[in-house]
């Protein structure tokens, strides 16, 4: 017990260390310290403090250096740093960009009254409006074969785009590109005096000084936004694509904020160098998009101890279950549901290409699960002749009589849910598409799972209720997994997530509210002797106790 209460109290040490160091390090980021030398000689002003007239004029071009010709799209005659924007403008595509190849955008803030090519105190900026994905399946009535995501309007121009690119309409596993339909701007409106021997080095390469008389200026602090564009933005491109829209949107930054987006794009960046897709970083995106820094803060302390309680449930859970010897007053129903709907939410997770950062957890739960019916089927494993046997274990009375409970609850149980999933099957087969009948069997049984799933733990209610005990619960695993239920409540306002996923977590509440009733209900006795054969106020053997 010693060792076990020194595991996890190191274990808690090392999480808190780890707040506060991350804490620190955040504090590092957002917060840059000012020059304050007398003199002035070592500070850098912001050529912003002068109020120039500046303009606003973005370009595209099929290479990053406009080499072989540019196309204005769009200019801000008045362009002014501290008003906020959004404007859509159709861009014409090139030949080359049509036939699977790229388009890239050239964004200057320069003076009023002339070219950027011919202002020498100009800043810009090179964004890449297109990017390459596997474009995802068409999802098509299973019973009438037709594919009613595009309107009748579209038909015409699907008959000409298949005419005129063989290729169009057709699935492929290879990448195409795919047209950013957001431009995100940004520029720092804070008039603030770097010291130049303490700049910082992520806002280093974004700073272009020119020397005026005697003093260091910096001109404006230019930004695109990579983390706005998202997969759900984004367009397939093909032959036919003469023209897309493109949202431009500005707003001002404080320098700040400019400091953290750097280093979360980079860490983004980091992410897709190491072999993570446009999809996988999506992930990632998706929790700093339209998030201020407070709420962003709030996002990463309930994510640190969300995982801080995951690990302790997981580490209480499995020695529970390793210890476990006898399922007297456990329900083998719930045991065995809590497997089948955790393989299921993994096989969905796969069908639908989830991150790796999910799908990983998922596998490892799913093999978890699968060891816990082991234990509480008693299964035995024997391997003959290169083909396994199966061998499950006998029950004792006491166990005999828990599981006529349990097959008594499943039987009340199925009277309600059997109709429901195959009502809601049949329903989303009918008016939903789909890939495939595996990816429609998948997200039935999905359904199935976040809708009713709550109703398999009713049977273990009805066990404790029929034995008046919860003493054979695993309290500190439930406590640490209830914890993470409250917290999956506040995900549950923060991230964007389905709406059955944002009702599992909800659901899940009532039922810990009931299992909290019935402990204060069932008190647990502690001069009776429990599934290990040992009472809680039974005297060691060979010690005796001194007062």
Same mark, same amino acid.
């Not at 431009?183 to 409106?189: D, F, M, Q, R, S």
């Not at 003493?471 to 923060?494: C, E, G, Q, R, S």
């Given at each position: 017990m010693f060792l076990k209460t020194s595991f996890t109290t190191l274990i808690v040490g090392v999480f808190v260390v780890y707040v506060l160091h991350t804490c620190w390090v955040m504090y590092g980021i957002v917060y840059t310290k000012p020059c304050d030398s007398p003199k002035g000689d070592n500070c850098i002003t912001p050529f912003l403090a002068g109020n120039p007239k500046l303009q606003l004029s973005i370009y595209t071009a099929v290479r990053r250096n406009a080499e072989g010709g540019h196309t204005l799209i769009h200019r801000e005659d008045k362009f002014d740093v501290n008003s906020k924007f959004e404007r859509i403008v159709n861009v014409s595509l090139p030949k080359k960009t049509r036939n699977n190849g790229t388009l890239y955008a050239l964004v200057f803030v320069h003076q009023a009254g002339v070219t950027p090519w011919e202002d020498p105190r100009q800043v810009h900026l090179v964004a890449q409006l297109t990017t390459y994905m596997v474009p995802k399946p068409p999802e098509i009535s299973l019973i009438s074969g037709e594919d009613q995501t595009q309107s009748q309007k579209e038909e015409p121009q699907q008959k000409k785009r298949s005419s005129g690119n063989p290729a169009a309409g057709v699935p492929t596993d290879h990448p195409s590109s795919h047209w950013r339909s957001r431009l995100t701007l940004n520029i720092v409106g804070d008039h603030f005096v770097f010291d130049r021997e303490s700049l910082p080095g992520d806002v280093h390469r974004y700073l272009r000084v020119f020397q005026n008389g005697k003093k260091m200026v910096y001109l404006p602090l230019l930004f695109v936004d990579e983390l706005s564009n998202r997969v759900k933005d984004l367009v397939e491109i093909n032959s036919t694509s003469m023209e897309l829209p493109l949202t431009i949107s500005y707003d001002s930054i404080s320098l700040g904020r400019l400091r953290f987006w750097i280093h979360m794009q980079d860490a983004v960046y980091s992410l897709q160098q190491f072999g993570f897709t446009e999809k996988?970083?999506?992930? &990632? +995106? $998706? &929790?700093?998009?339209?998030?201020?820094?407070?709420?962003?803060?709030?996002?990463?302390?309930?994510?640190?101890?969300?995982?801080?309680?995951?690990?302790?449930?997981?580490?209480?859970? &499995?020695?529970?279950? +390793?210890?476990? +010897?006898?399922?007297? $007053?456990?329900?083998? +129903?719930?045991?065995?549901?809590?497997?089948?709907?955790t393989i299921v939410i993994f096989l969905y997770l796969f069908d639908e290409q989830t991150s790796l950062l999910v799908l990983i957890p998922a596998a490892i739960g799913s093999m978890i699960e699968v060891w816990k019916v082991k234990k509480a089927f008693k299964i035995q494993v024997f391997w003959r002749g290169g083909k396994p046997e199966f061998q499950f274990g006998k029950l004792d009375e006491s166990e005999r009589r828990t599981e006529e409970y349990d097959t008594l609850a499943m039987k009340y149980l199925s009277y309600l849910l059997y109709p429901l999933c195959i009502g809601g099957a049949v329903y989303a087969l009918i008016f939903l598409r789909y890939k495939s009948w595996y990816s429609w069997l998948i997200n039935s049984l999905v359904n199935g799972v976040y809708a009713f799933g709550f109703l398999f733990m009713l049977p273990q209610l009805f066990v404790n209720y029929k034995l008046k005990s919860v003493a054979h619960l695993p309290w500190k695993a439930f406590m640490y997994k209830a914890f993470n239920t409250f917290i999956d409540d506040v995900f549950a306002f923060i991230i964007t997530m389905p709406t059955s996923h944002r009702l599992a977590c909800f659901r899940d509440d009532v039922v810990f509210l009931v299992y909290l009733y019935q402990r204060w209900l069932y008190p647990v006795d502690k001069t009776r002797v429990n599934e290990y054969g040992v009472s809680y106020d039974e005297k060691p053997k060979g010690k005796t106790h001194k007062d």
């Amino acid at each position: 017990m010693f060792l076990k209460t020194s595991f996890t109290t190191l274990i808690v040490g090392v999480f808190v260390v780890y707040v506060l160091h991350t804490c620190w390090v955040m504090y590092g980021i957002v917060y840059t310290k000012p020059c304050d030398s007398p003199k002035g000689d070592n500070c850098i002003t912001p050529f912003l403090a002068g109020n120039p007239k500046l303009q606003l004029s973005i370009y595209t071009a099929v290479r990053r250096n406009a080499e072989g010709g540019h196309t204005l799209i769009h200019r801000e005659d008045k362009f002014d740093v501290n008003s906020k924007f959004e404007r859509i403008v159709n861009v014409s595509l090139p030949k080359k960009t049509r036939n699977n190849g790229t388009l890239y955008a050239l964004v200057f803030v320069h003076q009023a009254g002339v070219t950027p090519w011919e202002d020498p105190r100009q800043v810009h900026l090179v964004a890449q409006l297109t990017t390459y994905m596997v474009p995802k399946p068409p999802e098509i009535s299973l019973i009438s074969g037709e594919d009613q995501t595009q309107s009748q309007k579209e038909e015409p121009q699907q008959k000409k785009r298949s005419s005129g690119n063989p290729a169009a309409g057709v699935p492929t596993d290879h990448p195409s590109s795919h047209w950013r339909s957001r431009l995100t701007l940004n520029i720092v409106g804070d008039h603030f005096v770097f010291d130049r021997e303490s700049l910082p080095g992520d806002v280093h390469r974004y700073l272009r000084v020119f020397q005026n008389g005697k003093k260091m200026v910096y001109l404006p602090l230019l930004f695109v936004d990579e983390l706005s564009n998202r997969v759900k933005d984004l367009v397939e491109i093909n032959s036919t694509s003469m023209e897309l829209p493109l949202t431009i949107s500005y707003d001002s930054i404080s320098l700040g904020r400019l400091r953290f987006w750097i280093h979360m794009q980079d860490a983004v960046y980091s992410l897709q160098q190491f072999g993570f897709t446009e999809k996988d970083a999506d992930e &990632i +995106k $998706g &929790i700093f998009v339209d998030t201020n820094l407070y709420f962003l803060a709030l996002t990463f302390f309930v994510a640190a101890f969300h995982l801080l309680f995951d690990f302790l449930a997981f580490k209480n859970d &499995i020695s529970f279950w +390793k210890q476990k +010897k006898s399922m007297v $007053g456990m329900s083998s +129903k719930a045991v065995l549901w809590r497997c089948f709907s955790t393989i299921v939410i993994f096989l969905y997770l796969f069908d639908e290409q989830t991150s790796l950062l999910v799908l990983i957890p998922a596998a490892i739960g799913s093999m978890i699960e699968v060891w816990k019916v082991k234990k509480a089927f008693k299964i035995q494993v024997f391997w003959r002749g290169g083909k396994p046997e199966f061998q499950f274990g006998k029950l004792d009375e006491s166990e005999r009589r828990t599981e006529e409970y349990d097959t008594l609850a499943m039987k009340y149980l199925s009277y309600l849910l059997y109709p429901l999933c195959i009502g809601g099957a049949v329903y989303a087969l009918i008016f939903l598409r789909y890939k495939s009948w595996y990816s429609w069997l998948i997200n039935s049984l999905v359904n199935g799972v976040y809708a009713f799933g709550f109703l398999f733990m009713l049977p273990q209610l009805f066990v404790n209720y029929k034995l008046k005990s919860v003493a054979h619960l695993p309290w500190k695993a439930f406590m640490y997994k209830a914890f993470n239920t409250f917290i999956d409540d506040v995900f549950a306002f923060i991230i964007t997530m389905p709406t059955s996923h944002r009702l599992a977590c909800f659901r899940d509440d009532v039922v810990f509210l009931v299992y909290l009733y019935q402990r204060w209900l069932y008190p647990v006795d502690k001069t009776r002797v429990n599934e290990y054969g040992v009472s809680y106020d039974e005297k060691p053997k060979g010690k005796t106790h001194k007062d």
